[in-house]
């Protein structure tokens, strides 16, 4: 069918007195096809009265798209089976028209973002070459509204703590907060809620109050609203990560920093600008950093295993021996491992970003060959115990081998006991317990408790005696 441009062209021709044969020729058409538009001595398309052959079905065809959750293969399948001789093709044909089943085009909009309004964080997962091997890294991103700066790294998973370890880097980065950051509905900041009736985590919020910036959500299904973070992670897998290969951890961010800082000093076709100019205007509207900002960190407890090591996600970290079967506290930041026995004992480590079951071992820890403490050496604990109470010493020497506990912790047990109870009901109950072969010191402790109130405290003045 010609359209309203070739009619009109037609009418022109004809009017200045070209031939029917040269117009055919000129438009590489028919002179039937001519002969017809001349004859109807009009510029617009006629419109075409022919009747659709889905008509008929109209009403089946709105039940079926009901039943059948909008698949028009099956509406195919179910009106075919109903006998109606109806091409695929031309039932998708007729619902397009008419709109069945379908929603209709909404334009989007455009967000308008000044200096220092918000800032834009989100993750997505990647495939990189790292120490020789392809695995998956969670690509962690922040994109300044309003000038575009860029700023990413990568981790091996991304919890709350990896959340609050780059959202640091990242206004460090900028050299400031916005007033907000917006997110995806991710738990690791949401506590219940989501779009405009998010509540963050109580943890996540007082993190945002100690650079000024709040934390919110945009609506499910909302894409277009965190554009400005979504749109980069394309750019990063096809130009950052393309042929790259990383040493390891340490290396890959050290190159996303390099990269993020090149790319933002670069002409941008769609902003029509330099992210570092428009960041010239939007960096004093940002809010200035705190004075101090303390490094991000986790706290574990743990208990150190008889090889004399501490676990922590699968990792094994040494620490000094005389440690053994003693309650540490571990603080874990981005970079290192602190193990902490009391305020003057401190051993630190370099820390792995990923659970690689790795023994970390430092080597003071383990003293040379044929250099360590002797096998008949007595224990601080016990050397203590003995001189306190030197009576016990059989009972000693039998419970380093037959108590359910390390010897370490069991003998500073029984060191507790000697200093906190009188030596008379101690001993008894030493000898007591070592007649009945109880090595269990936890029941020892009540055995002494009832000697103690047995003979030490009195009811009505008068003299000790039994309950």
Known sequence: MLSHAQRTTILELHTQGVSKREIARVLGISRPTVRKVLQSKAAEVPEVLRAEKAEPYRQRILELISSCKGNLVRVHEELAADGAELSYPALTAFCRRHGIGQESAV?????????????????SPHEVELAGKKRKVQTASAVLCYSRMLFFQCYPTFQRFDCKVFLSEAVQYFCGSPARVMIDNTHVVVLRGSGRDMIPVPEMAAFGDRFGFRFVAHAIGNVNRSARVERPFWFIERNFLAGRKFADWGDLNRQARQWCDRVNSTYKKHIRAVPRELFAVERPQLKPLPAWIPEVYRLHQRTVDVEGYVALHTNR?????????????????RDQIAIQLDARKLVTHGRIAEAEYQRVLLPQHRPPRGQGLSRTQLHPEEKAILESAPEIAEYVATLKQRSRKVPGVALRQLLRLVREYPREPLVAAVREAAHYGLYDLDRLERMILRRVARDYFLLDGGEPHDD
């Open 107 to 123: 334009a989007v909009g455009r967000y308008e973002f000044e200096p220092g309004e918000e800032m834009q964080h989100d993750t």
């Open 317 to 333: 970290y040494s620490v000094p021996l005389e440690w053994i079967g003693r309650r540490v506290e571990v603080r874990e930041t």
